[in-house]
């Protein structure tokens, strides 16, 4: 089991950066594919970027390429979602979560076994 814990959101300004980072605790981290995603008022939690166990390869949703980086650094059991360029519609409560490593689709949130309790990022002038 792992347990993770978002932070970074916030209130920012459209054309603004945030970076979000998620730290896990438990088992090892280096077993776990991670992956973002986000939930806007009314809407389904949907996939923003992923990225495999040993940070080799990334993969993100059209929305957001050219704009937000996924990274992690195994040896602080961290991920981060770097978010340049804001949009208002990036407006949602962001979801960290982890899948086992290799394991069922990278976009699917319903692979993915252990989730953050979020953290809300609010774009607005």
């Known amino acids: 089991q792992v347990q993770l814990v978002e932070s970074g959101g916030g209130l920012v300004q459209p054309g603004g950066s945030l970076r979000l980072s998620c730290t896990a605790s438990?088992?090892?981290?280096?077993?776990?594919?991670m992956g973002w995603f986000r939930q806007a008022p009314g809407k389904e939690r949907d996939f923003v970027a992923t990225?495999?166990?040993?940070?080799?390869?990334?993969s993100s949703a059209d929305s957001v390429k050219g704009r937000f980086t996924i990274s992690r650094d195994n040896a602080k059991n961290t991920v981060s979602l770097q978010m340049n360029s804001l949009k208002l519609e990036d407006t949602a409560v962001y979801y960290c979560?982890?899948?086992?490593?290799?394991?069922?689709?990278?976009?699917?949130?319903?692979?993915?076994?252990?989730w953050g309790q979020g953290t809300q990022v609010t774009v607005s002038s």
């Open positions: 979560a982890a899948k086992g490593r290799g394991s069922g689709s990278w976009s699917n949130r319903a692979s993915y076994d252990y």
């Open positions: 438990g088992r090892t981290f280096s077993s776990y594919d």
């Open positions: 990225i495999s166990w040993s940070g080799s390869i990334t």
